[in-house]
């Protein structure tokens, strides 16, 4: 079992960075692939960004990529999620996930997850 707590979430202007953490309790495998995900009101969990565990390949949906940054620590069994030039499209409640067998970006793949922590990025 994986017990993943969010924080970092807050609000911001339009233009402005936020650094979300997530802090994994439990064995990470060097196969598995955490991740974060967004869901706005309304809206369905879109993914946002992933990484392999074992050898730090990162992806990103497009609408995210060459804002957000995405990184591990595999020491401290900790996810972040840099978030720079952020839009008032960026609001949303996050959450770190983990999928145990591999990469995707489809929401019910994913084995684990957090509470969420909300971003709310105003113009």
């Known amino acids: 079992q994986v017990q993943l707590v969010e924080s970092g979430g807050g609000s911001v202007q339009a233009g402005g960075s936020l650094r979300l953490s997530c802090a994994a309790s439990g064995r990470i495998y060097s196969s598995s692939v955490p991740g974060w995900f967004r869901q706005a009101p309304g809206k369905e969990r879109e993914f946002v960004a992933a990484?392999?565990?074992?050898?730090?390949?990162?992806y990103y949906a497009d609408s995210v990529k060459g804002r957000f940054t995405i990184s591990r620590d595999s020491g401290k069994n900790m996810v972040y999620l840099q978030m720079n030039s952020l839009k008032v499209d960026d609001t949303a409640v996050y959450y770190c996930?983990?999928?145990?067998?591999?990469?995707?970006?489809?929401?019910?793949?994913?084995?684990?997850w957090g509470q969420g922590t909300q971003v709310t990025v105003s113009s």
């Open positions: 996930a983990v999928d145990r067998n591999g990469l995707s970006t489809t929401a019910k793949d994913y084995d684990y």
């Open positions: 990484i392999r565990w074992g050898v730090g390949n990162t």
